[in-house]
């Protein structure tokens, strides 16, 4: 009678084992899928970390550059105009200018032509953005008129610059 009741007991004892296996089986594995999900969800934040360290350096290397300038601020656009395109003029000019960070600050500059060479606009543009620092060429809208060669053109120029 011992004997049986030890072999049940032991037997018992067995299945509560294998149960407890079982179910730490499942918790474990379980486990492993939510590690694995987290770990895929990091490995996506540390490539866009990677990406975004990537933007800084080139961002710290521009801001070196335009540091490294003797002029802080791009000549003005009368003085591009004049030199660029002698006889051309604009109709209608707007500026504003808004600080970004520091000692830099964000210009930006509208100006309309009527009935204008629109190859003299053109070379006008080139030399704007081949200044240093550049003015930078944000949109431009060209509307042929009734010349050949000539429309309406409204460009709207920015540039970075030290205050």
Same mark, same amino acid.
């Given at each position: 009678m011992n004997a049986s009741r030890s072999t049940r007991l032991l037997w018992l004892l067995a299945i509560f084992m294998v149960g407890c296996g079982l179910v730490l089986g499942r918790r474990a594995e379980r486990h492993v899928r939510e590690v694995e999900a987290r770990l895929d969800r990091l490995s996506g934040l540390s490539a866009a970390l990677d990406g975004l360290q990537s933007a800084a350096a080139r961002m710290d290397l521009a801001r070196?550059?335009?540091?490294?300038?003797?002029?802080?601020?791009?000549?003005?656009?009368?003085?591009? *105009?004049?030199?660029?395109?002698?006889? *051309?003029?604009?109709?209608?000019?707007?500026e504003t200018y808004a600080e970004v960070s520091g000692n830099?600050? *964000?210009?930006?500059?509208?100006?309309?032509?009527?009935?204008?060479?629109?190859?003299?606009?053109?070379?006008?543009?080139?030399?704007?953005?081949?200044?240093?620092?550049?003015?930078? *060429?944000?949109?431009?809208?060209?509307?042929?008129?009734d010349i050949p060669g000539t429309g309406h053109v409204v460009l709207s120029f920015e540039s970075l610059e030290r205050r």
């Open positions: 070196a550059e335009l540091d490294a300038l003797e002029q802080g601020r791009a000549p003005g656009l009368n003085t591009v *105009l004049a030199r660029s395109a002698p006889g *051309l003029q604009w109709e209608d000019s707007r830099w600050g *964000l210009r930006r500059r509208e100006v309309v032509f009527n009935a204008a060479p629109v190859e003299s606009v053109m070379t006008f543009v080139k030399e704007a953005e081949l200044c240093r620092p550049p003015w930078r *060429l944000e949109s431009c809208m060209i509307r042929a008129s």
